[in-house]
């Protein structure tokens, strides 16, 4: 049953029309984690199990701890190109049963 208490590492790499959305000292790249759940639970935070925010300079939220199982993530960002400068938003289900390491998973994002 998927939750904390686990030892896969979520990388988690939001991405808009294909191109990686960086962290800003202005708007954090930012993941929101619902626990087995399969479809979108909704845009407030405070409908998810865990919410963490990305590093400055970097193109990823890394979430440790998890437990196999289903998951639905959310992501926010900024894309900062001459192009968008929009914020975006976006989310996937993901599903996996590896009970340890590292999982890198694209989110896409839309304005």
């Not at 990388?11 to 954090?28: E, F, M, T």
């Not at 990305?54 to 701890?65: H, T």
Request: proline share 5%.
């Amino acid at each position: 049953m998927a939750g904390s208490g686990g030892d896969v590492t979520l990388v988690l790499k939001p991405q808009h029309h294909a191109k990686a959305i960086v962290s800003s000292s202005n708007y954090r790249d930012t993941a929101y984690i619902k626990f087995n759940k399969t479809d979108f639970p909704g845009p407030s935070p405070v409908l998810y199990d865990i919410v963490a925010v990305g590093n400055v300079n970097e193109d990823f939220v890394r979430v440790s701890g998890l437990k196999c199982g289903q998951y639905y993530i959310m992501m926010t960002g900024f894309d900062t190109s001459a192009v968008w400068n929009i914020r975006v938003i976006g989310g996937i289900p993901i599903d996996f049963s590896e009970q340890s390491g590292e999982k890198v998973v694209v989110v896409p994002v839309n304005e």
